[in-house]
């Protein structure tokens, strides 16, 4: 199973460990959706035009370490990706201490494994939303 459908056992505002964040928006609405990954799995959604952040459900604590292992493993930190347009995505990872962003338009040429990080990103994301 990859993921839980119980409530958060994190206080997403109490939160101080390392976090994982993968967003996009702009276009016609200018409304941005991010989705934010704690360590422990749980995780978060925040939009723009609401403002809050909310629970969505919880990968397997493994799935949630191989996405932390995968973003350290391919040097996301030392990538330089700030080309932002009408529709944007982006990467972001906070280890408290500092914060590093990726971000791209629609119209980007992007690195082959940021995307394929993103879109697998968003389709365990959609496991979680789609239930």
Do not use: H
Not at 29 to 40: D, F, M, P, Q, V
Not at 104 to 121: C, E, G, H, Q, R
Request: proline share 2%; with cysteine.
């Amino acid at each position: 199973m990859i993921f839980s459908c119980k409530s958060p056992v994190t206080n997403f505002q109490d939160y101080n460990g390392n976090l994982l964040t993968i967003g996009s928006g702009g276009g016609f609405t200018g409304i941005y959706n991010e989705y934010s990954l704690l360590k422990s799995g749980e995780v978060y959604k925040w939009n723009s035009a609401g403002k809050e952040r909310t629970y969505v459900g919880k990968f397997e604590k493994k799935l949630a370490e191989q996405f932390f292992y995968n973003y350290k493993t391919l040097n996301f930190e030392q990538k330089r990706i700030n080309s932002p347009g009408n529709m944007n995505y982006y990467i972001k990872f906070d280890n408290r201490t500092n914060e590093y962003k990726l971000l791209w338009s629609d119209k980007s040429k992007i690195d082959p494994n940021v995307l394929a990080f993103y879109k697998t990103f968003m389709q365990k994301i959609n496991t979680i939303t789609k239930k």
